[in-house]
Structures are given as C-alpha cells and as structure tokens.
C-alpha cells in the first residue's frame, strides 16, 4: 500500500501517521535495487508501467481573486458550475458528475444518483471518457479556485496534447 500527495508527501506502511520521507526514500533504494537485478533502471522501469497501464498527466491550475469581491466571484464559479454541469468538456463526454457538498454522484449514462457517503465539501469532480477527469475546489486557505485535471495517453506525447487541450477548456469554464 501506498499513498502520496501532490506536494510529494509519501506514506507507506501504517508506523508513521504522516508523510515519512525516509520511509519512502528506503523504498525507493529497495525497488532500484531489485529492478537493478533484472537490468533495468527505475526509469525503465517507469517506462514499463507507462507502456502497459498508459501516460497519466496531471495539471492543476489555481486562479487568484483578492478581497471580499474575489471571494464572491469564487462563490459565483462554483454555483455556476454546481447548477449547471456539463455534458461535455471539450471533446470528452462527462460519464460521471460528483458533487461533494451535496452528497450526490450522478451517472450521466443511465441518469442514476447515489450519495457520495463523504463528508459534506465543496467540491466538484467530473469523471470523462478514456479516464480522463477534473476536480474543482476553492482553496480553503487561499482566495484561489483550483482546477485540476488528468488524462490517460497512449504515449508521452499524447497524454501531454490531451492535458494541453483539457486544460484550456477548464480555462474557458472559469471565465464563463
């Protein structure tokens, strides 16, 4: 088991209750190690997994709105998005609309809701085509919505085109 964070906290195992970088660091020697063994580098072995799982990009983009206005429009891009959930975003359908803070997840397919069973958050998750998706979220600390996407691409190069176009259509979304 493993889990980790976008600020590269690691955690592995259950002896430590957070992040444990010289954990993941013993780790990281083990599997050098053990591929080193059978010839390979952790970069060709990264490779590997690329090739039979797929190129996973991530993206997040965090737009500033200062002051009391600031946190309004933030507020505003977030109802606007909650009351109004796409069907698509740019060119992947939506399968899957997740609303954290109303307890529901709506199967755009067959038109089915069930509850999420999560505490009450305001967030919204988009679940695409091709396992592709994007979450949206105020900062609770910062006047800053986030937009975080990712994709699944047959090759390096792909996955970084369909994160550029993703991207840029979640761009578009807050502005409108």
């Given at each position: 088991m493993f889990g980790f964070e976008e600020s590269y906290g690691c955690l592995i195992g259950t002896h430590a209750r957070d992040k444990d970088g010289i954990a993941a660091v013993m780790a990281l020697c083990e599997a050098a190690a053990y591929y080193k063994e059978k010839g390979y580098t952790l970069w060709d072995q990264m490779i590997n997994i690329y090739e039979k799982y797929g190129y996973y990009k991530e993206y997040t983009v965090s737009i500033t709105r200062e002051g009391a206005?600031?946190?309004e429009e933030i507020k505003q891009m977030m109802e606007k998005m909650r009351n109004n959930p796409p069907k698509a975003l740019g060119k992947y359908r939506v399968l899957e609309f997740r609303d954290?803070?109303?307890d529901v997840i709506k199967n755009n397919l067959t038109g089915d809701?069930?509850?999420t069973g999560?505490?009450?958050?305001n967030v919204l998750y988009y679940g695409l085509e091709n396992d592709?998706?994007?979450?949206?979220r105020p900062s609770g600390t910062e006047p800053k919505i986030k937009f975080y996407m990712g994709v699944k691409g047959k090759s390096e190069d792909d996955a970084e085109k369909q994160l550029k176009e993703l991207t840029k259509v979640m761009e578009e979304q807050a502005r409108m």
């Amino acid at each position: 088991m493993f889990g980790f964070e976008e600020s590269y906290g690691c955690l592995i195992g259950t002896h430590a209750r957070d992040k444990d970088g010289i954990a993941a660091v013993m780790a990281l020697c083990e599997a050098a190690a053990y591929y080193k063994e059978k010839g390979y580098t952790l970069w060709d072995q990264m490779i590997n997994i690329y090739e039979k799982y797929g190129y996973y990009k991530e993206y997040t983009v965090s737009i500033t709105r200062e002051g009391a206005s600031g946190a309004e429009e933030i507020k505003q891009m977030m109802e606007k998005m909650r009351n109004n959930p796409p069907k698509a975003l740019g060119k992947y359908r939506v399968l899957e609309f997740r609303d954290y803070k109303l307890d529901v997840i709506k199967n755009n397919l067959t038109g089915d809701s069930i509850n999420t069973g999560l505490p009450n958050s305001n967030v919204l998750y988009y679940g695409l085509e091709n396992d592709a998706w994007c979450c949206v979220r105020p900062s609770g600390t910062e006047p800053k919505i986030k937009f975080y996407m990712g994709v699944k691409g047959k090759s390096e190069d792909d996955a970084e085109k369909q994160l550029k176009e993703l991207t840029k259509v979640m761009e578009e979304q807050a502005r409108m």
